[in-house]
């Protein structure tokens, strides 16, 4: 039956004759998923509205921004797609690479290049430009537009507006979660993690899963060096909001219990992380580690590389008892370029890429789109058939009740980010305390904001 469903949806993108692959480089973020702001005078531009007027299926070209197009096949998947369903439409891709993005991508806006639909990297970039004016706002399409269902993206749509105005679709959505090794449970006689789990419960089981010595210890968990792997946690429950510095007392509780297991060695040693350059991935794949918490572009990886042993899911732990009713992710948003030749067109794209088509694509890619009705859960629920030793309840966290972007529209997002990133290494390497911490950045963000 479950292969017979996902053999469906994948003739779907087969009657095109497109599925050259899936892969991608950036299919594993080799740092934080936060991207670096890109300076603004901090006062939004007054919103210019991509025009209402419908395509006229005449034979036109469109352009697309964005970064490493030729190492992602999905996205040539999808664009192939698109062109086959709308022939009229063809796409020039302008490519940069994702280190320079959101930098070249500004200063090419800011000489009014006429890009009809700009990618970015995440809210902070999109904010950026947002406040220079370079992107469109939707809300004339949002509201003319009777085909387009924004309530099938769990509020996702709305996360993309700033000062009451939408400018972007979301892509994809790379919800967290908590990945376990099925087999070194199993060995273990221990019983799998459970979604609602407690802080204090989850710091019990990885003390439980921890053994051996030296090379062949194995941890009960990881917690992977970037500052979201500590923040996630109580952003998921909305008690600490990124951009808010009256909510980050939330994030000391946390701190005080990764701490308390990094001292009882059933964590990797934070300092250890960072000087050794270790990644999670080879940590994962090589059974040194329990359990793991990461988003869900790795469920990619896990399909094509953990061949020895069988995986599981569940949500994050957390200090409020929440089970899985929120997601917290990063979102990939798509938007029309302010100086769009072709706007009307730029819409048909965006609302397909990122619409039901776009979608079936890339969760038969093992890729989380921010989509979230329909066929893209029933791709996740047959996974098992098709990659043995993946769990058989991954729709489940793709469908949740709300999901939550870790960072909200602010275009001083980036700087934002780094404050925490410099708080949080003195915090993990204990060259101050938790509270210590936690109110510097608070003094710190403050600042960047009243600026």
């Known amino acids: 039956m479950k292969k017979r469903l996902i053999a469906g949806i994948m003739a779907v993108v087969m009657t095109a004759g497109l599925l050259a692959g899936c892969g991608g480089k950036d299919n594993v973020p080799e740092s934080s998923p936060a991207e670096d702001g890109v300076e603004t005078n901090g006062t939004q531009a007054e919103p210019q509205q991509a025009d209402t007027a419908e395509a006229t299926g005449e034979d036109v070209t469109i352009k697309v921004a964005i970064w490493d197009y030729s190492n992602t096949e999905y996205y ?16 020039e891709i302008v490519e940069f690479s994702s280190d320079e993005y959101d930098t070249v991508i500004t200063t090419q806006l800011g000489g009014h290049q006429d890009f009809d639909v700009v990618f970015t990297k995440g809210t902070p970039s999109l904010a950026a430009l947002i406040n220079q004016g370079h992107v469109y706002a939707l809300d004339d399409l949002l509201g003319s537009d009777t085909d387009f269902d924004a309530g099938a993206y769990a509020g996702l749509v709305d996360a993309l507006s700033l000062e009451g105005h939408t400018y972007a679709l979301p892509f994809r959505y790379d919800n ?23 802080m204090e419960e989850y710091h019990a089981l990885a003390t439980k899963m921890t053994s051996g010595e030296g090379n062949d210890k194995v941890y009960g968990a990881l917690v992977a060096q970037w500052m979201g792997n500590i923040y996630m946690y109580a952003a998921r429950t909305e008690d600490f909001v990124f951009d808010d510095p009256d909510t980050y007392d939330a994030l000391i509780p946390y701190y005080k219990e990764f701490l308390a297991m990094q001292d009882e060695g059933v964590i990797f040693d934070y300092g250890m992380l960072t000087s050794s350059n270790l990644h999670y991935t080879g940590i994962f794949y090589n059974q ?11 469920v990619n990886n896990l399909f094509e590389n953990a061949k020895d042993f069988n995986w599981g899911v569940c949500s994050m732990p957390n200090n409020d008892g929440m089970g899985n009713e929120n997601c917290i992710g990063g979102v990939t948003p798509v938007s029309i370029g302010a100086y769009a030749k072709h706007p009307a067109e ?49 729709a489940k966290y793709i469908s949740c009740e709300k999901k939550v972007i870790e960072q909200p529209m602010n275009a001083k997002g980036g700087e934002i980010y780094t404050i925490m990133e410099e708080e949080n290494s003195a915090i993990m390497t204990k060259s101050i305390t938790p509270e210590e911490g936690v109110q510097n950045m608070i003094d710190r963000v403050k600042a960047v904001l009243e600026e």
């Open 76 to 91: 040539k998947t999808i664009f192939d797609a698109f062109h086959a369903e709308y022939p009229n439409i063809s796409i």
């Open 176 to 198: 967290n979660l908590l990945y376990y090794n099925k087999n070194l449970f199993d060995a273990a006689g221990v019983a799998y993690p459970e979604d609602g789990m407690s």
């Open 288 to 298: 040194q580690v329990a359990m793991l918490q990461m988003g869900t572009w790795f």
């Open 346 to 394: 730029a819409w048909q794209f965006m609302k397909y890429v990122c619409g039901e088509d776009g979608a079936k694509i890339l969760a038969s890619c093992g890729i989380i789109p921010a989509y979230s009705l329909g066929a893209v859960e029933e791709v996740f629920d047959a996974a098992p058939e098709v990659y043995p030793g993946a769990p058989d309840n991954l």
